[in-house]
């Protein structure tokens, strides 16, 4: 009786009705949902609430039913006699064994709280729907009469902040404000963007109204560096990174999601259609390449590739993720904390939890090292590349017009192995491995060469095949070592050896030289070989290797002679996966292969071909078939392999779908998030906005949405975002500018000490926000200033100077980071190689997220190696060379009276171009004493000044005065920008 009962009020315990009647609201009525709820949470819900395994004496006080319920002649609350309530009985005793809560279990209620609970319970103990656990209720805007009201954002921000005798800031001065929406829309200072741009910021300050501003936000929201910007946010949800995780932490290349990303950010996909397409664009109706595409959003998730591990533990460990960040990102809910029990403070039960994961459990992939299903994906080419490429291609064609190739590729007429693999002769000449995987093995290729040729070399090539996820080795992660290349001429049943004298190759890794292949004996398990793991492609690029006889084998008559690959080195299974092989009659083929003196117009045409055409594989996510179904089964403590009761996907009770029609599958459970019906997705979504606009959110807690998460300092204004979202057609960009547009977003940031008494953390909102810059904005802002940031957009990640070199990692061998050169040195942040186990030192120190789970927001520091890092790193150090180049450039067509104003005119320029206000004179005076007391010092330590201007110029002589001045005065300059970039106001928005 008593469990049917329980499970009936588990429905109804956080449904949109409450089952007691409510008092009428009047003065002094304590609220449920602000002053009593939290009361709870913190002393009594963890072990009287809705997790039933851990429920002490059966009883419930997170809803009305359980707090009143008879327990034998009383209750913990009793609304009619509220001095005979157990609870406030055992909350006021002296008797250590009845008080609550136990002492060693949760902090005494202070005497305010008791106050509370005792007022509330007089006034007949009203429960509340946890607030977001309502569908947005639209409310009227207040009506103020003071203050500047642009439209309704501002009227309830009035309402609240005059309510607590706080009064609206003046509007920003227009520099400021350009600069803050620049910088806030698309991580961009203003002299950063098109000329387009700067004419709609020009006009704003020339004439700052409404319009103009408007005008500034419609460009800035089309700019491509809006939808760069943006992506930044989703890349945090998705957990990207450029690396699989885990120990070994090998490359994964998923870039083109990313860059499907902020394609749809720049196209303006609405909120819910670019959400849809993430969670199960794989199972939309006739789903495109680009819909399915979008789905590698969830396959960002960590992938053990270590020997010896249990694939189905981390598939599962991958698909919790899945489901974790699904219904945090979206539903800001904390549901993994119903793995293994059933939540301690929220509507999900633990069998709901294995519902929803359900919906997970059906995808094709599972932990596999290859990281199937995969999509193959042409990335979008960059016109500037692909005309440049043709052109070399064109060009380098054209000098080849009437030649042949010295290589001839041949078929083998046998294709034998040591251990059992079979081979697969391709159309393209080339063989592949496919069967069993030895742990060592020796492939056996016979050819015949027809009378009266010569062979003088033999190349081999390691082709990356698809079956081999598009690397060159069998292994899990691509690798082979070739241990051993023997050459024999048939004479009848005999075979003789034929030794070579000499070998090269276009790549190998340290001590692995393909010329390490060729010695006449080698030891079984030793390291020699020929390997070719690249620091930047890996295993994925195509390689050869040139192998030259000592002797020509020269066939007088139809000659037969068979090359035997041997792969024995000390770990097992890395065997070729494709190769080809060809022969030329070219004396010293080897050393004129070193030498570039062999086919190098042919090299270098392949090389372009590849890199212009080259497809990348993105993992992706794939249903699987119905007759493939997975069981899911409630797994006892949350292990594996401990299964309880089976399950089947299903939507929690107290967030079920209205419309009936949803499907119970991944496209399904997309949708609900959608539904009008669903309280918390629209919420969510308005309230990370505003908190990148605002520094804070409205909910500050973002992750956490649920009974234990911040309560919402302005709750009416939140439902009136969200139904603003969802009521056009979840258009982003229109919310943030209704944001912008807003008094309150456009408000001065100064604060007096009474605003500062009342509101230290401006969380009324009486003055505008002042936030330290994101990692990749303090980086890009840098470059942007001193000209020196790439507008390049897409493709591969790139390696900007960082102070790592190296890194090593368990079984996985090393990774060294080779600088990117040219403009991928300066582009911008979100396209830095992000390698989970080692990211950019630069993004670390400024709280951007190693990428391993789902990151809803970034807790801002503040440390000491912050300045550290904008006074030291290399990019920092460039971007102030730069940028004082600009400085000194800037002075050189003007005439001046003296160098003191020489001096303050250029450092003048400085200030404006990273600030974008007028300097103060005291900042040009201090930073003028600075140039000068640096330059002081440099003129008698000439080293160090050439060091830190950086190269000397073409033509400047070390014995010139005049070219010695010049060097003096730059590093001095530099130093000055270097201070520039470091300023507060600079780093700071």
């Known amino acids: ?144 009469s003071q203050g500047r009201a642009h439209n309704f954002i501002d009227a309830f921000i009035l309402e609240k902040a005059q309510a607590k005798s706080l009064n609206q800031n003046p509007i920003a001065e227009p520099p400021s404000l350009v600069r803050r929406v620049c910088l806030d829309l698309t991580g961009l200072p203003p002299i950063a963007h098109s000329d387009l741009v700067q004419r709609c910021c020009q006009d704003f300050l020339n004439d700052p109204t409404q319009d103009h501003l408007s005008s500034l936000v419609d460009q800035l929201l089309q700019s491509n560096a809006y939808a760069e910007h943006w992506a930044s946010m989703w890349l945090d949800l998705a957990r990207y990174a450029d690396t699989v995780g885990y120990s070994g932490d090998e490359q994964r290349d998923i870039w083109p999601w990313r860059d499907w990303l902020i394609r749809a950010i720049g196209d303006n996909k609405s909120y819910r259609d670019l959400s849809i397409e993430m969670i199960a664009g794989d199972m939309l109706p006739d789903a495109t390449d680009e819909q399915r595409l979008a789905t590698a959003f969830n396959r960002n998730t960590l992938s053990n590739n270590e020997g010896g591990t249990n694939d189905e533990e981390f598939r599962t460990i991958a698909i919790k993720d899945r489901l974790s960040t699904t219904i945090n990102a979206w539903m800001g809910l904390t549901v993994r904390c119903a793995e293994c029990h059933s939540h301690k403070y929220d509507p999900i039960s633990q069998t709901e939890y294995y519902s929803l994961l359900d919906f997970f459990n059906q995808s094709a992939d599972a932990d596999r090292t290859d990281e199937r299903p995969k999509l193959e994906v042409i990335p979008a080419p960059d016109p500037k590349v692909t005309a440049r490429l043709n052109d070399q291609i064109a060009k380098l064609e054209k000098k080849l017009e009437g030649t042949n190739s010295v290589w001839n590729e041949i078929r083998p007429i046998e294709m034998t192995s040591r251990e059992g693999t079979k081979f697969e002769q391709l159309s393209d000449n080339s063989i592949l491995a496919v069967g069993p995987n030895p742990a060592k093995e020796e492939y056996k290729f016979t050819f015949e060469a027809p009378a009266g040729s010569s062979i003088q070399a033999i190349r081999l090539e390691a082709i990356p095949h698809l079956r081999y996820d598009n690397r060159v080795g069998r292994s899990g992660e691509g690798a082979f070592i070739l241990s051993q290349i023997r050459l024999t001429q048939h004479d009848g049943e005999k075979e003789t050896r034929i030794a070579f004298a000499d070998a090269e190759n276009d790549f190998n890794q340290v001590n692995q030289h393909a010329r390490t292949a060729i010695a006449e004996t080698v030891e079984s398990g030793g390291k020699q070989g020929w390997a070719v793991n690249h620091p930047v492609d890996g295993y994925k690029a195509h390689r050869e290797a040139i192998f030259q006889l000592a002797e020509p084998l020269i066939a007088t008559t139809d000659t037969k002679f068979t090359v035997y690959l041997l792969h024995d080195p000390p770990w097992a299974r890395l065997n070729l996966g494709c190769v080809r092989i060809s022969t030329c009659n070219v004396e010293n083929a080897a050393k004129k292969y070193r030498d570039k003196e062999l086919e190098p117009v042919r090299r270098e045409i392949h090389r372009l071909i590849t890199e212009r055409d080259a497809p990348v594989r993105v993992p992706v996510m794939e249903q699987l078939p119905k007759d493939r179904r997975r069981e899911t089964f409630v797994m006892l403590r949350g292990n594996f392999q401990s299964p309880g009761e089976k399950v089947t996907a299903e939507f929690p009770k107290a967030f079920a779908p209205t419309d009936e029609t949803v499907s119970n599958d991944r496209l399904g459970l997309a949708r609900w998030l959608f539904e009008e019906s669903n309280p918390l997705t629209a919420r969510v979504a308005a309230n990370r906005y505003w908190a990148r606009m605002m520094g804070i959110g409205i909910v500050e807690t973002e992750e956490d949405f649920g009974t234990q998460g911040s309560p919402p300092s302005h709750p009416q204004l939140l439902d009136a975002l969200a139904i603003e979202l969802q009521d056009n057609n979840w258009d982003v960009q229109h919310l943030l500018k209704l944001i912008v547009m807003s008094a309150t977003y456009q408000q001065s940031a100064t604060v007096d000490k009474n605003s500062l008494t009342i509101d230290p953390r401006n969380r009324l909102l009486s003055r505008g926000p002042r936030v330290r810059l994101s990692a990749e904005v303090v980086r890009d802002q840098a470059l942007a200033v001193s000209g020196l940031l790439s507008n390049k957009m897409y493709g591969p990640p790139v390696y900007p100077p960082s102070p790592i070199k190296r890194v090593v990692n368990a079984f996985t061998g090393g990774f060294t980071w080779q600088e990117s050169v040219d403009e991928d040195r300066y582009r911008r942040a979100l396209y830095t190689y992000l390698k989970r186990s080692a990211p950019h030192p630069l993004f670390e120190t400024f709280d951007m997220s190693s990428r391993d789970i789902c990151s809803m927001r970034r807790l801002r ?44 005119s250029e450092i003048t320029q400085g200030l404006r171009a990273a600030l974008y206000v007028e300097p103060d004179p005291n900042q040009i005076q201090v930073l003028s004493k600075l140039y000068r007391s640096s330059f002081e010092r440099f003129q008698t330590d000439l080293d160090s000044a050439i060091e830190f201007a950086g190269n000397r110029e073409a033509g400047e002589d070390t014995n010139s005065v005049k070219d010695n001045a010049a060097i003096v005065r730059k590093a001095s300059m530099t130093l000055v920008a270097n201070v520039i970039l470091n300023l507060d106001g600079f780093l700071n928005n």
């Open 861 to 904: 520091t503040n440390t000491p190696l912050q300045s550290f890092m904008t006074l030291n790193d290399v990019t920092f150090i460039e971007a102030a060379r730069a940028l004082a180049n600009k400085m000194l450039e800037s002075s050189q067509s003007k005439k001046f009276s003296d160098p003191d104003t020489q001096l303050a």
């Open 1 to 144: 009786m008593r469990s049917s009962f329980f499970q009936f009020m588990l429905i109804f315990a956080w449904g949109l009705l409450v089952t007691t009647a409510k008092p009428a609201c009047g003065e002094g009525t304590v609220d449920f949902n602000s002053e009593i709820r939290p009361i709870l949470s913190k002393h009594c819900i963890a072990c009287h609430g809705p997790d039933e395994a851990d429920r002490q004496a059966g009883l419930r006080l997170d809803h009305f039913e359980g707090a009143t319920e008879d327990l034998g002649g009383y209750s913990a609350i009793d609304v009619e006699d509220p001095e005979a309530s157990e609870m406030i009985i055992r909350i006021e005793t002296d008797d250590a064994d009845l008080k609550m809560p136990p002492p060693e279990h949760a902090a005494a209620v202070t005497d305010n709280e008791l106050a509370l609970l005792k007022t509330w319970i007089a006034q007949g103990a009203v429960y509340q729907t946890h607030w977001s656990f309502s569908p947005p209720t639209r409310h009227a805007t207040p009506m103020v």
